[in-house]
């Protein structure tokens, strides 16, 4: 087998990956952030920060797999 | 920017203290300090003389009237209406408000209360009726000839079927005691209750309510007005009473209605006047005062203050002396924040406050955004056809809220973001993803789309996040000079440092420097390293590389101008492809259009998130430290009704 059809699912399962752990990390931040902001409003900037911490990973994951691609 | 605040004190005579107090409140450009919390000023705390908190202690009885009245007036009208009511203030002078407000509330208080109570009872009775109606039509048909009799008494009772012993009990009795002449009958009203009808003849009244009352068992009671009639009599009353209760219900909704329209606009005006009353009087505790003189003090902004030198002088002649406190550093900083910035940015200014407001000696981020926030939103959309729909959404949501406030700040960043949009557009050549490419349209510098060229974008948004970083760093460093904060300018400087020696590196890894350059550039980034882990003591050692790495990853964050670009481009190429695809080009472009449109909710939604966040997160943690406490002036509710008005 070609072993280039491996570029495409590394690059994939590199995203998708991340994205997972994105996600379960932002689903509990998020729900957490909306108990919060609905006591104290001011918090919001607070909440969005926290709430972005974690896109770092799927922005990491979308590195590697531009990196797996195109260099 | 920030307005630059002084603190100002104001010292008068105690005869014209409650006109400073109204001028000030007029004014509204000063925030009030409690004289007895600075220890500059030995005065002791103002106290209030008998009458004021007499007039305190009315006005609050009477802005808690005018504010029920207002609620249950306001409470009767239709959404639409309280809108119509909304802009309407009937206005009237200041020193008659409160003798208006006292007449006011007297006459319309007794009135409201009548209609209300009234209101309640109807609204019970359209309950409770119905509940009568249905017993009573279940006992219609079993109501003995007896009952009609002038010379008989009768009762209902209800007794719950699983106690349906007791009725044997009681029927026995009565037998015994009228000897027989008693008469009774029975009926399930529903699952759990059964009812009885007695009827006795009227000189046993007395004992049948004693033995009733000795059993204890329910009766059925009707309301006063129906209770001696005989069922079928009652039940005509009742469905006639049932049928007029609308009629009498719109009738009143009528009367509070008109009153609504008649008083609403008045008792508005006097809860803003009788509020800014009682502000003028619960603004007292935070002055001081000697035996003639009343001291008080607070910030003002630098530039009001000939404004209210001259104003107070105005309002209280040679009495009051208003002057310039000067103060130590410390005081300085504790000044609250107001900000000011050119028009252009002023939106930008809610989206710093949503993060933290700018401590009064620290930096206000607010121009950098202005400039920067756009520009990301640009280069993430970057197509001239979706810039130009949202600008054009972006100007209509303008004549839209003319209002000033968080939606017009929100419509204006989104509409600034679209202008660059449109240039990013040009640059990659895209309108409507490929659209414009079959349409003939030339990138300017590169298509980001095509699969040759997303090296150029992910280099770009690197170099973007570069200078971005660079340029939090430089502020924080300058900052931490300003503020002498070692720990601050080992740690970005230290960053700062490191970044460098590691932009040499990759230079020398992509020949843009001499191989020669590599260790010089290692060792600098070393010393960047070593710089910004000596504050952290021993940890140091560990956390020193874990904080650079962080920086990179800080960088790297700037990917997500091209990762999110890219959906955006694939997801409008979908889109004019799957118009090709469809066999009917009707169907075709319907699609091709749904996807645009969900394309274009993502595209104003998604870079406003993320350029936000690129701002929160990585530019603002090197730098930005919030906190700054609002600027909030002692404001008459009157002067900002006209200010608005005007």
């Known amino acids: 087998m070609d072993p280039s059809i491996y570029v495409p699912i590394g690059a994939g399962l590199a995203v998708g990956l991340a994205a997972i752990g994105t996600g379960l990390a932002q689903g509990r931040i998020g729900s957490a952030g909306a108990g919060v902001i609905a006591e104290k409003p001011d918090m919001i900037g607070v909440m969005i920060l926290l709430l972005a911490i974690p896109e770092t990973m799927v922005i990491l994951g979308f590195a590697v797999a531009a990196i797996i691609l195109f260099l | ?646």
């Open chain 2, 1 to 646: 920017m920030k307005l630059e605040m002084s603190r100002l004190q104001v010292i008068g005579l105690k005869s014209q203290l409650m006109p400073v107090v109204r001028q000030l409140h007029l004014l509204g450009c000063m925030q009030i300090e409690d004289v007895s919390e600075m220890e500059s000023i030995s005065a002791r705390p103002l106290s209030l003389a008998k009458e004021t908190i007499q007039l305190r202690e009315e006005t609050t009885y009477l802005v808690t009237k005018v504010e029920g009245l207002v609620s249950t007036l306001t409470g009767v009208l239709s959404s639409s209406e309280q809108q119509e009511m909304d802009g309407r203030l009937e206005r009237s002078s200041e020193e008659e408000c409160m003798d208006a407000a006292r007449a006011g509330v007297e006459l319309l208080a007794p009135r409201v209360q009548a209609l209300m109570s009234k209101r309640e009872k109807l609204e019970a009775e359209q309950i409770s009726l119905p509940r009568y109606e249905i017993t009573l039509r279940k006992l219609l048909p079993i109501v003995p000839e007896s009952a009609h009799d002038p010379d008989n008494v009768f009762v209902g009772v209800l007794v719950s079927r699983a106690h349906i012993w007791v009725l044997d009990g009681v029927s026995e009795a009565l037998l015994k005691m009228t000897a027989g002449r008693a008469e009774m009958v029975g009926e399930d009203i529903d699952e759990s209750t059964r009812a009885m009808f007695v009827v006795v003849p009227k000189e046993f009244s007395d004992e049948l309510e004693a033995l009733l009352g000795r059993e204890d068992i329910t009766r059925l009671r009707l309301p006063e007005e129906i209770a001696d009639q005989p069922p079928d009599s009652a039940v005509l009353a009742l469905s006639q009473r049932l049928a007029e209760i609308p009629s009498e219900l719109a009738e009143i909704r009528k009367g509070l209605g008109s009153l609504a329209d008649e008083w609403l606009p008045r008792l508005k005006w006097w809860r803003i006047c009788l509020r800014d009353g009682l502000d003028e009087i619960d603004v007292l505790t935070q002055f001081g005062e000697t035996e003639q003189t009343f001291v008080v003090a607070g910030w003002v902004p630098r530039v009001d203050i000939p404004k209210v030198q001259a104003a107070l002088s105005a309002a209280a002649g040679e009495g009051v002396v208003a002057e310039l406190v000067s103060l130590t550093s410390q005081e300085q900083k504790s000044a609250p924040v107001m900000l000011n910035n050119p028009a252009i940015s002023r939106p930008f200014q809610s989206l710093v406050k949503m993060f933290s407001l700018p401590r009064y000696e620290g930096i206000d981020p607010t121009m950098l955004m202005a400039f920067f926030l756009p520009l990301f939103f640009g280069m993430i959309l970057g197509d001239v056809g979706y810039g130009s729909l949202l600008l054009l959404l972006g100007l209509l949501g303008l004549r839209r809220f003319s209002q000033p406030g968080t939606v017009r700040d929100v419509i204006k960043v989104l509409i600034m973001g679209s202008a660059w949009s449109i240039v990013f557009g040009f640059v990659y050549g895209e309108l409507f993803g490929t659209l414009g490419e079959e349409l003939g349209m030339h990138p300017l510098w590169f298509d980001r789309a095509s699969a040759d060229e997303v090296t150029s974008l992910l280099i770009l948004s690197i170099a973007v996040g570069v200078i971005h970083i660079t340029l939090g760093l430089v502020l924080g460093v300058w900052e931490a000079i300003r503020e002498k904060s070692r720990h601050n300018l080992l740690e970005r400087g230290g960053m700062l440092v490191g970044l460098i020696g590691l932009f040499m590196i990759v230079s020398v890894a992509v020949d843009w420097l001499p191989d020669g350059f590599m260790n010089p550039a290692a060792v600098i980034m070393m010393i960047g390293i070593v710089l910004l882990s000596v504050p952290l003591g021993w940890l140091g050692v560990l956390l020193g590389p874990i904080e650079f790495i962080g920086l990179i990853g800080n960088i790297l964050s700037y990917l997500r101008i091209a990762a999110v670009g890219l959906a955006s481009v694939y997801m409008a190429k979908l889109a004019n492809e799957v118009m090709g695809m469809m066999g009917s080009v009707v169907v075709g472009i319907i699609i091709a259009v749904l996807i645009h449109a969900l394309n274009l909710v993502l595209g104003a939604f998604s870079p406003t998130i993320h350029s936000l966040r690129l701002h929160y997160v990585e530019f603002f943690r090197k730098f930005y430290e919030g906190g700054g406490q609002p600027f909030e002036p002692f404001q008459s509710r009157q002067s900002t009704m006209l200010g608005g008005a005007g």
